[in-house]
């Protein structure tokens, strides 16, 4: 495959400012494919330029696909629980594919001095070094890091980055920019083509029907908003392939997904009208069910908090139902019972 070209990325002040450290690279708190392959992609970079680094994370690894990258790759992700006297306040804080100050990502006690994400910010922070950009994946950003540097990464870091660039766009059906198709084109080069078969064939556990029958049990369809619950605890990295399920429906173009668990209620919003930003569109429907929410325009996330649950009242169905739809007709989408 003949590389596509690409403007490089000058990164050398995220390089000054590690050099002679020991970093920890914080991803959000569930991490999927992106996270990890994004993480452990600028692990292997900052080894290229002598700094040594810790990955770390808040939360669980809740996704067949993330475990599966993890044992492939030989991958050492270190829980918070585990940094507890190790991590000290003067410690410096890589945020990746999340940032400071976002709902899904743990404040640990160390200093957020960087931030490299391709999500929206809702919280602007004042990084020593931050690299928000729109991409579809933030494995992509990290991507042209390595592209720029003149460091080659090995089949294993070129593997991790292409997967998470994969897994992220919906197998480049979405959210997608010229740049994710140039990396995927450079990375395309590096990595273990079998490797990158293995991981992306069979990411489903037979309890993850049960899912899909209550999703399918339970939808209803306003206009083209495609709304469903599960009742019971579901991990976050299934509710939002549910929401990419209801969104493959023909009749649907917004997709809401929301599971009752023991922390409150998750919800996973997708869109591909483009006239509906699903990050505002969670942002502002959860706000008013007194929980938070956002992402990108074509996908988002959020949670009401288990003690917001009561101000639900006796039918919370009925008010999700009702806030989502209120403000698509706010967004002019204007979805019809």
């Known amino acids: 495959m003949q590389s596509i070209p690409f403007e490089p990325y000058d990164f050398s002040a995220l390089i000054e400012l590690c050099k002679g450290r020991h970093v920890y ?30 990955l770390c994370y808040d939360g669980q690894i809740d996704k067949l696909s ?8 030989g991958i050492e992700m270190v829980p918070s629980g585990r ?18 100050h976002n709902d899904k990502m743990l404040d640990l006690v160390g200093d957020e001095v960087a931030c490299i994400d391709h999500h929206p910010t809702y919280t602007p922070i004042d990084y020593a070094y931050k690299d928000v950009r729109p991409a579809g994946a933030c494995a992509t950003l990290v991507a042209q890091y390595f592209a720029s540097s003149g460091f080659t990464p090995d089949q294993n870091t070129a593997t991790a980055l292409l997967y998470g660039l994969r897994m992220d766009t919906l197998q480049f059906s979405r959210g997608v920019t010229a740049l994710d198709i140039a990396m995927f084109s450079y990375l395309f080069e590096h990595c273990d083509h079998d ?11 037979f309890e993850d029907l049960k899912a899909y029958g209550e999703a399918i049990d339970n939808i209803e369809i306003y206009g083209t908003l495609g709304l469903t619950s599960l009742g019971f605890s579901c991990p976050d990295a299934m509710v939002a392939i549910l929401s990419d399920f209801i969104l493959s429906l023909m009749e649907v ?9 023991e922390d409150g209620v998750k919800f996973s919003v997708r869109s591909e009208n483009p ?21 990108h325009p074509s996908m988002a996330g959020g949670l009401i908090p288990s003690e917001g649950l009561e101000q639900l009242g006796r039918c919370p169905g009925e008010r999700v139902r009702d806030a989502f739809l209120s403000e698509l007709k706010g967004l002019h989408a204007q979805p019809q019972p």
């Open 195 to 205: 490797q990158l078969t293995r991981l992306e064939r069979n990411n489903m556990e």
């Open 83 to 100: 940094l507890a006297g190790v991590m000290a306040a003067e410690d410096y804080i890589i945020c990746i594919d999340s940032q400071k």
């Open 275 to 295: 006239a509906v930003d699903a990050g505002q569109l969670a942002r502002a429907a959860l706000a008013m069910l007194h929980g938070a929410g956002g992402g």
């Open 253 to 261: 173009e917004i997709a809401v997904v929301y599971s009752y668990r």
């Open 25 to 54: 690279i914080q991803t959000h708190d569930f991490p999927d494919p992106d996270a990890i392959g994004s993480a452990y992609g600028l692990q292997r970079l900052l080894e290229c330029y002598g700094i040594p680094s810790t």
């Open 66 to 73: 993330a475990s599966k990258m993890l044992r492939a790759f």
